[in-house]
């Protein structure tokens, strides 16, 4: 079979690394809603300094990134053609065979997921952590920006095998 067949055909495909893909984002979305549940249960002037960097705060973030302010619209769109391509990576790693990328991509999802899943049902991200008095971030956020990391660590090192593995060349870190 021609190596671009493979790629679509089902014998291609690592129904074990989807799954486990899938779970990971599932587990985040559920912890993202859970810890966003609690903390928006909490009567609202309670906020708990447990650091000088790490505050417990209320705060409904209205914006995208950083809570710049658009359009409830563009952000929706914005953050759903995100994932979209975050989809197409992790479709991309199962086919080749990079289980590690698929789940550190379902990570990322499962938090994208939660912060759009917010964004369409209340019109606003609720984040519960406020970093360095500045930061307002939640579960999801951090799952984007572990996931995200750990993507990019694993793609670079997977790619520097694959170079080893066709120079026949060991591999210098």
């Given at each position: 079979?021609?190596?671009?067949?493979?790629?679509?055909?089902?014998?291609?495909?690592?129904?074990?690394?989807?799954?486990?893909?899938?779970?990971?984002?599932?587990?985040?979305?559920?912890?993202?809603?859970?810890?966003?549940?609690?903390?928006?249960?909490?009567?609202?002037?309670?906020?708990?300094?447990?650091?000088?960097?790490?505050?417990?705060?209320?705060?409904?973030?209205?914006?995208?990134?950083?809570?710049?302010?658009?359009?409830?619209?563009?952000?929706?769109?914005?953050?759903?053609f995100?994932?979209?391509?975050?989809?197409?990576?992790?479709?991309?790693?199962?086919?080749?065979?990079?289980?590690?990328?698929?789940?550190?991509?379902?990570?990322?999802?499962?938090g994208?997921?939660?912060?759009?899943?917010?964004?369409?049902?209340?019109?606003?991200?609720?984040?519960?952590?406020?970093?360095?008095?500045?930061?307002?971030?939640?579960?999801?956020?951090?799952?984007?920006?572990?996931?995200a990391?750990?993507?990019?660590?694993?793609?670079?090192?997977?790619?520097?095998?694959?170079?080893?593995?066709?120079?026949?060349?060991?591999?210098?870190?």
């Open positions: 079979m021609h190596p671009v067949q493979k790629g679509s055909h089902a014998g291609g495909i690592n129904f074990a690394a989807l799954g486990n893909a899938a779970q990971v984002a599932v587990v985040v979305f559920i912890l993202d809603r859970a810890t966003k549940a609690f903390f928006q249960s909490v009567p609202p002037s309670w906020t708990h300094a447990t650091n000088s960097v790490v505050t417990l705060v209320r705060h409904e973030n209205y914006g995208i990134i950083a809570n710049v302010p658009l359009p409830i619209a563009v952000t929706v769109t914005v953050t759903a995100v994932i979209l391509l975050v989809l197409g990576a992790a479709w991309t790693a199962i086919q080749e065979g990079k289980p590690g990328q698929a789940r550190a991509l379902g990570i990322l999802l499962g994208a997921t939660g912060n759009l899943y917010d964004r369409v049902v209340q019109g606003f991200v609720f984040d519960w952590i406020l970093l360095f008095g500045r930061s307002a971030i939640n579960f999801a956020d951090i799952a984007i920006v572990l996931g990391v750990s993507y990019f660590i694993l793609k670079r090192r997977d790619d520097q095998m694959d170079i080893a593995r066709g120079t026949g060349q060991q591999m210098h870190t």
